[in-house]
């Protein structure tokens, strides 16, 4: 069973950033799309950003710009650098991994952009 432990989130003013990590216990990335969704309390689960096995990284409009996806295979883990964030963007974010045998998704990690 794939485990995707999230970190880096936390409580930042409008205007700054943060790291979001996604690490996995194998290697799950390198070959399978890995995505960042984000969720607000009593909302559907919004996808933000993915990266294809190629690198081709694909993203929501309301990020676009703003956020960036990546990831690092030596390493096992999926970025998203998040930039001139709005409170707009408060939510915990999840990573998945998107594979023929299943999803997996981890536990998330909250950010929070207020002043």
């Known amino acids: 069973q794939v485990q995707l432990v999230e970190s880096g989130g936390g409580l930042v003013q409008p205007g700054g950033s943060l790291r979001l990590s996604c690490e996995a216990s194998?290697?799950?990335?390198?070959?399978?799309?890995g995505n960042w969704y984000r969720q607000v309390p009593g909302e559907q689960r919004e996808w933000v950003a993915n990266?294809?096995?190629?690198?081709?990284?694909g993203y929501a409009d309301s990020v676009k710009g703003r956020f960036t996806i990546s990831r690092d295979s030596a390493k096992m883990t999926l970025y998203l650098q998040l930039t001139s964030l709005k409170p707009e963007d408060t939510a915990v974010y999840y990573c998945?991994?998107?594979?023929?045998?299943?999803?997996?998704w981890g536990q998330g990690t909250q950010v929070i952009v207020s002043p």
């Open positions: 194998e290697n799950i990335f390198s070959n399978n799309n």
């Open positions: 990266i294809s096995p190629r690198g081709f990284a």
């Open positions: 998945n991994a998107n594979t023929i045998r299943s999803d997996y």
